[in-house]
Structure formats: structure tokens, C-alpha cells
């Protein structure tokens, strides 16, 4: 679906909850300053016995109001909401929560909720027993009823020795999805519920010796984002995780760690069968050494003395395994593409040979020449279906966009697929 431009310069609302975690608030407005994007924070009276209002105007370059009562003649209350093209909340504690359920506006930032029309995202914060009671999730699923984003919590750490659900995700990661919601409308709804998805992501590692492997410089970020924007659209998503760049984990997701592509293709092949869509965006490694050394390998003492050959054997196939060994039942798979032109074709002929290799429903290729979105926060190329005729494929462009934004459209179509099979 298209939305606004990623590139606008936006009003957002930086609304903040009384919890411990409201300290992860200050990195989440620098997030988005940083970006280029004119911010206001609206802490409820609670919030400011964590972090002061001072700290928040340093950061935002704008003043600090948490009452309904203070700058009565510009309507604050109102304009705030009114002017904002984005809300986004964190934390928000169970007591939030209920409050913006009930419709309350007692605080500047209650207000500010009931009078913005623009996407609203809160990103709960609270102690697990809090996340799993009834009267929580009753004011959750209200709020997602009425059009609310409320992202998954993340699990870990609490207050105190306590562990489990109801951890404030990353800022990072809060940045990420409240700037998805406002750069692509619908790229959050909770459409994936009952949906089970299996990504793969990062790069592959092929072990020369104990210190040494071959690999490429696939960071995962892509294929977290798929499985991080599926989890908050409800889906149930494992997530199987070769190299990556030291990514947290998304929030709501189950993590495998592998290294080698043997050990990604037993996850793969093992939980594929239970799964409804599969993404294949891990890079997977072509080739590996036909022996891996037991002890490093020494360089020789004499100049050019040293081994000048190695003996490769080629990795197996898993996209093509996974399409191939799949029943009728079986899942959606969409594959990847990182290609660059050569002197015989460009990228898109190389993923249209590609697509009819692997047989796969879809197939995200990605322009990687000179080294292009390795590790970036964006993206862009295009998304090829099966097709009949001399074309022998549907391609879209995928536009350029944050890597959310480009899992987001990946993730419509697959389920699209999933729901016509």
C-alpha cells in the first residue's frame, strides 16, 4: 500500500509513560531528531519522577507540558494531537494502557491520543504477571480494535530479578516500526494472526579451520525486519539466524542460531513442513571447504611457500529443496536475490532465471552491486511471481524505503499467496 513519503519531515509526538523503562524514551527522541524529524514530548506526570522535563527539551529542542492546564490559551491539549503526523508511546504502562482504552484524558497525553487521526503506536512496558492479565490484554485487543498499533513487548530483563514478557523493546526498534506505521498505512495490521512463519536470515560461515571460514557480507538485517514486522502483525514467526551484525532480537519472535549452511538446512527443512510462509532470506554460502582443518593453518616460513589452492564442494540448494520437497498444503516460499549485473544480463534477467531455477512463489531480488544494501537501513529492488507467457514472471518494484517498509510488502504479497492456496 502506498503512504507517505519516507523522506518527509515529520511532527511526532513522543508520549511517555510513568515505568523505569521511561529512560529508554531520551534514545528513542534522539532516534528520530536524527532523522531529521521535528519532535514534542508529552510525559504524563509520572513519567517525570524517572527522566525531568528538562532532559526531554534538550533533547526534543521544544517545550515540556504534562498537564491539561498549562498553556490553556493555545489549546494544548488539542493541537498537539491535531498537529502530529505521528504518536508514538513508550513506555506504555498497564496503567496507560487502560486510560487510553477507556478513553480517558486526564493527562496532556491521554488528550493528545483521543484527538490525533494520524497512526498512533504504543510499545508496552511492564512487569509479565501485568502483560498477561486479562483486564491488559481485554485493553490491548480494544485498542488494536479501534486502529491503535500496540507492538509486541520484548522478553528479558525486568525490574529487579524478574525475566520475562513485558520488556520494553529497543529504541531502535520502536523507532523503526512507529516510523513504518506512518511511512506505510496497514504495513502493522494484525492480519497474520494464526499465521506461521519461518524466516532465515543473515549470512552462512564455512569453516577453513578453528580461526579461519568463508562468508559474505550479508548483515540480516533484512530478514530481521521480515520476521520482526510479521510478529507484530500477529504471526507466530520462528526466526533462524545465520552471521549477523549483533541485531537484537525482534521482539515477539522465536530465535535459532546457526552458523553453516548444513546446520541452516536441517532447521529449515525440519520446520518448514509446520509452517504457512517460508523466507529464505539468509545468504547462503554456494561453496564450502571439502576439508576444514583441526588446527589453524600455518602460513610457510619461506615467501610463496605457503598453500596456493583450496578444494571447494558445493553447498546444497535449500530454497530449491524447500520448494521441491514441499507438499500441495505446503507453504508460501519466497526467495532471494542478491544479484549485480555482468557482462551477459542486469540484475532483474539474473533473478528472472533465478525464479524459474528455484520454483519458488516469490522472489525479492536486490541490486547489490558495489556492495549496495549490505547493512544499510534501506532498500529497494524488485518482486518477482511466476507468470505465463514469454516474460515468465511478474515483476514489481519494490520502491526504496526503510528495510521495514520493504519487508512489509514482501510480507503482503506472501500472505496473499497464502490465503488464495
Not at 491539549?77 to 496503567?95: F, S
Not at 549470512?203 to 579461519?212: I, N, Q, W
Request: hydrophobic share 50%; net charge neutral.
Amino acid at each position: 500500500m502506498p503512504g507517505r513519503d519516507p523522506r518527509a519531515r515529520l511532527n511526532i509526538v513522543v508520549g511517555v509513560a510513568g515505568g523505569i523503562a521511561a529512560y529508554k524514551a531520551c534514545h528513542l527522541v534522539r532516534f528520530l531528531t536524527e532523522r531529521g524529524h521535528r519532535v514534542r514530548v508529552a510525559p504524563t506526570p509520572a513519567a517525570l519522577n524517572f527522566v525531568g522535563a528538562a532532559t526531554f527539551e534538550a533533547l526534543s529542542g521544544n517545550p515540556v507540558s504534562s498537564g491539561v492546564f498549562e498553556a490553556v490559551d493555545e489549546v494544548r491539549h488539542v493541537r498537539i494531537g491535531q498537529e502530529a503526523d505521528l504518536v508514538v508511546v513508550a513506555p506504555a504502562t498497564a496503567d496507560l494502557l487502560a486510560r487510553a482504552a477507556a478513553g480517558r484524558a486526564d493527562d496532556l497525553l491521554t488528550a493528545t491520543l483521543l484527538t490525533a487521526t494520524c497512526p498512533v503506536v504504543l510499545a508496552p512496558a511492564m512487569h509479565a504477571e501485568m502483560w498477561a492479565h486479562p483486564a491488559t490484554r481485554d485493553n490491548v485487543a480494544t485498542l488494536r480494535r479501534r486502529g491503535t498499533i500496540v507492538l509486541e513487548p520484548a522478553v528479558g530483563r525486568l525490574t529487579g530479578a524478574d525475566s520475562g514478557p513485558g520488556r520494553l523493546p529497543e529504541p531502535a526498534q520502536i523507532g523503526a516500526m512507529a516510523l513504518l506505521a506512518a511511512e506505510r498505512p496497514g504495513a502493522l495490521a494484525r492480519d497474520l494472526a494464526g499465521t506461521r512463519v519461518l524466516v532465515s536470515a543473515g549470512g552462512t560461515r564455512e569453516a577453513l579451520d578453528p580461526v579461519r571460514f568463508l562468508g559474505n557480507h550479508s548483515s540480516g538485517r533484512q530478514g530481521f525486519a521480515i520476521a520482526e514486522v510479521a510478529a507484530h502483525r500477529g504471526a507466530e514467526v520462528t526466526l533462524v539466524a545465520g552471521a549477523v551484525d549483533a541485531l537484537p532480537d525482534p521482539p515477539g519472535v522465536r530465535r535459532v542460531d546457526v552458523v553453516s549452511a548444513a546446520e541452516l538446512r536441517a532447521e529449515m527443512t525440519s520446520r518448514a513442513p509446520a509452517a504457512d510462509i517460508v523466507v529464505m532470506a539468509a545468504a547462503v554460502a554456494d561453496y564450502r571447504p571439502a576439508r576444514a582443518a583441526e588446527a589453524k593453518l600455518k602460513k610457510a616460513a619461506g615467501a610463496g611457500e605457503g598453500p596456493t589452492t583450496l578444494e571447494l564442494v558445493e553447498n546444497p540448494d535449500i530454497l530449491a529443496e524447500l520448494v521441491r520437497t514441499r507438499g500441495a498444503a505446503g507453504p508460501v516460499i519466497v526467495g532471494f536475490a542478491a544479484e549485480t549485473g555482468d557482462a551477459e544480463a542486469g540484475p532483474l534477467a539474473h533473478a528472472r532465471a533465478k525464479l524459474a531455477r528455484k520454483g519458488c512463489d516469490l522472489l525479492m531480488c536486490n541490486d547489490v552491486s558495489g556492495g549496495a544494501t549490505f547493512g544499510a537501513e534501506d532498500n529497494a529492488g524488485w518482486l518477482l511471481a511466476p507468470a505465463a507467457g514469454e516474460a515468465g514472471a511478474e515483476v514489481t518494484e519494490v520502491p526504496r524505503g526503510s528495510k521495514h517498509a520493504v519487508a512489509a510488502a514482501i510480507l503482503d504479497r506472501a500472505a496473499a499467496a497464502a490465503a488464495a492456496r
